[in-house]
């Protein structure tokens, strides 16, 4: 992602973000997830920029941060319409007039998110919103640095140029994992839609009262709440339990046990597969 153009690198766990940290040291990093009061004190000594939405939690960050020789650096989350995280736009000026007066914190930025939670596709309207907020925080002289307008989601908004003036960061994964957009996982043409795989094992071929059938070595405990679909367009997957993939298999398609299948994953399968002790990885070039 580096090489290809990213400014930074981003991750919601604290272990995951210590790691990217001891591999990439001069590398800008971005805390997604607003930190526990058990990470405050990693979180302090990571040097990332953290995403933050509530004063108690911007306070414990605070709290450990205070011999730290340089401040946290935080982005303040605004709801948008997701209605997950974020401060209401109408509370904007009071939360940065709070934690403003917290040591150790200096507000570098605000950020967007949409399309997570609400079932709502990124809008014009939604953009709308958060230039407003942005536009107040100039007025109260915060001088950001970040502006960062959203996800995966948002691509066809940064496509169309509906994304605000302003703007200055937009945090994209998905589209570059996976080569879609998030909001209706529709394709992006200009990207590749296989540059993520994941193969596994057919531990049994044979014929069921609903026809022909294989069972692959894959399953829940692997990827999660995601979905798997089979490369070959003759394999349907049809249900998954913790540990066994089931696929409809067409006539005259050859397979038996100990064939490797090969899968794109959702992008919930490809977080939980990268996670995953289980699951091996390959990088190929």
Same mark, same amino acid.
């Given at each position: ?44 000594? =990571?040097?990332? $920029?953290?995403? %933050?939405?509530?004063? #108690? ?5 605070? &709290? +450990? ?91 066809? =908004?940064?496509? $169309?140029?509906? %994304?605000?003036?302003? #703007? ?5 994964? &998905? +589209? ?110």
């Amino acid at each position: 992602m580096l090489g290809g153009g990213a400014r930074g690198l981003a991750d919601s766990r604290l272990s995951s973000l210590e790691e990217l940290r001891r591999n990439f040291p001069t590398t800008p990093l971005l805390a997604l997830r607003q930190p526990m009061r058990f990470e405050a004190a990693g979180f302090a000594k =990571l040097g990332a $920029t953290v995403i %933050i939405s509530d004063i #108690a939690a911007a306070a414990a960050l605070s &709290e +450990a941060a205070r011999d730290s020789a340089d401040p946290v650096s935080v982005l303040v989350m605004i709801e948008v319409g997701d209605e997950r995280e974020g401060v209401a736009p109408e509370s904007f000026g009071a939360f940065v007039e709070a934690i403003s007066s917290l040591p150790a914190i200096k507000i570098s930025g605000i950020a967007a998110n949409v399309g997570c939670l609400g079932g709502r596709e990124p809008s014009r309207e939604s953009m709308e919103v958060f230039h407003n907020v942005h536009v107040e925080a100039g007025r109260r002289g915060l001088g950001l640095t970040t502006v960062s307008a959203g996800n995966s989601s948002c691509w066809n =908004l940064l496509k $169309t140029g509906q %994304i605000p003036r302003g #703007a200055n960061q937009m945090r994209f994964g &998905e +589209a570059i994992l996976l080569g879609v957009e998030a909001a209706g996982g529709r394709a992006i043409p200009e990207l590749h839609q296989d540059a993520c795989a994941v193969d596994a094992e057919i531990l049994e071929t044979s014929t069921k009262a609903g026809g022909r059938r294989a069972v692959a070595a894959i399953g829940c405990q692997d990827i999660g709440s995601g979905e798997l679909y089979p490369v070959d367009g003759r394999l349907k997957a049809i249900r998954l339990t913790s540990d066994h993939c089931v696929l409809a298999v067409e006539q005259g398609l050859s397979l038996a046990c100990g064939d490797i299948i090969q899968f794109r994953p959702s992008y919930f399968a490809l977080q939980s597969l990268a996670a995953s002790a289980d699951v091996g990885q390959e990088y190929k070039i």
